[in-house]
């Protein structure tokens, strides 16, 4: 069996193919002016043909399963070995980048291509999915796909409409797709050994320490609360600043309090009051009541419970001094995902080996490995990111960083699949 590292030229040479396949499935778009590929589209379909097409060229065999998600399988050195499963997804949200998703499912194409090239076996299959949808763009749910794979979709789903009324089970029809049949794409747990997927860092960290590659340590887990402060309105002109009760004023200082607070926290802690509404909202009157929205991420739950407590506490102390009223409501919530160890440091040392040291960080964006960690072990690796812009047209990847994110992976992808040979505990 051959072994070692993908070389500089071959890397090189993927990555521009990559880069190229990028710009083609761009094209797939149900508008000609930006991006826009949802789930149970016809250009779903489209975008999963052409992915088939390259899978096969890479010597996989390939399907597409029954919610949707286009599968291929490159045969271990026994034919029905367990696999190691790459991926990412290959929906869109609306006016999209075209790196966000597609560049883990190519990149994981290039590495079996290589290993197909070489006429390499490994001692586990692997398996490449393009999921769905990881999105939620048209149906308002998310990770349709990975959920379908993992077996854990809520029977509701099917019913739940989109925004012109059609459901799921309606859009899988019209598909050739039968929701009946959603069960059959779940995997069995003994099927797939581990979960490896490559995507771009939707964030900054990496291009401000000059790397093109980082291992993610967990996704972060997220709370999103109602806000409100009451106060009483007034006129602006005859009630003296000693005697209001000013709705808008708490708001401001505890959201400068919110912005302090999590700053001396833990660096990987985030938080964010992105919406503030002010009632009566009249220029000569004093806000009587303002309803805000308060964000709060980490990639740890108990670091993450500690902040919340915190803001939510000084909340109610700012109410309390200026004789106002406070209320909270937790709408979503979501733990944090840690990345297996073993996984981590397997894709360390892939790291190192191609750009001479790695860069451990969070992941504050969801993903498919989300649900993917809730059967198998789950890694990630992230490729730099201009500006970290991401969701949004200027998506923007170097061939360079790519053609190291290939090289990684794919050194990656064969230390794991030896190790599980022998009995590492890496996998």
Request: proline share 3%; glycine share 10%; net charge negative.
């Amino acid at each position: 069996m051959q072994s070692g590292l993908m070389s500089a030229e071959v890397a090189q040479a993927a990555a521009a193919r990559i880069m190229a396949r990028c710009d083609a499935l761009a094209e797939i778009s149900e508008s000609p002016d930006g991006l826009t590929r949802v789930y149970l589209s016809p250009e779903q379909l489209r975008a999963n043909a052409r992915v088939a097409e390259w899978m096969q060229a890479a010597g996989m065999r390939t399907w597409q399963d029954a919610v949707g998600n286009i599968c291929g399988r490159y045969e271990g050195t026994e034919a029905g070995a367990p696999a190691l499963l790459l991926g990412s997804h290959l929906d869109t949200v609306r006016n999209a980048g075209r790196y966000d998703g597609m560049l883990g499912v190519l990149s994981a194409i290039e590495t079996v291509q290589w290993l197909h090239d070489r006429q390499q076996r490994l001692p586990l299959a692997i398996e490449i999915v393009g999921f769905g949808d990881e999105e939620g763009t048209r149906f308002g749910i998310t990770l349709l796909g990975s959920r379908g794979l993992t077996g854990t979709w809520p029977d509701s789903w099917i019913t739940h409409p989109d925004g012109n009324g059609i459901t799921v089970a309606e859009a899988m029809q019209d598909l050739g797709l039968d929701a009946a049949k959603i069960g059959d794409a779940a995997r069995a747990v003994s099927d797939i050994v581990a979960y490896l997927e490559l995507h771009i860092e939707q964030g900054p960290c990496l291009e401000q320490e000059a790397l093109a590659l980082g291992v993610v340590t967990a996704i972060n887990g997220a709370r999103r609360l109602n806000c409100g402060f009451v106060g009483e309105a007034g006129h602006a002109g005859t009630v003296p600043m000693t005697h209001r009760k000013d709705a808008l004023a708490a708001a401001a200082e505890w959201i400068l309090f919110v912005e302090r607070a999590t700053a001396e926290q833990d660096s990987q802690l985030v938080a964010t009051v992105g919406t503030l509404s002010c009632l009566p909202g009249a220029v000569n009157v004093i806000p009587g009541e303002v309803q805000l929205t308060l964000d709060v991420r980490g990639p740890q739950d108990d670091a993450l419970e500690r902040l919340l407590s915190q803001l939510l506490a000084q909340a109610e102390a700012i109410a309390l001094r200026r004789g106002l009223r406070f209320h909270a409501n937790e709408y979503y919530r979501i733990a944090a995902t840690a990345c297996d160890i073993g996984l981590q440091q397997a894709l360390h040392r892939a790291v190192e080996g191609v750009q001479g040291r790695s860069l451990a960080l969070p992941s504050g964006a969801g993903h498919d490995a989300i649900a993917m960690a809730a059967r198998w072990p789950m890694g990630m690796l992230f490729v730099r990111n201009h500006r970290g812009i991401s969701h949004h047209p200027a998506e923007s990847v170097q061939e360079g960083d790519v053609a190291l994110g290939v090289q990684a992976f794919s050194q990656a992808v064969c230390h794991l699949a030896q190790g599980a040979a022998y009995g590492s505990d890496a996998v």
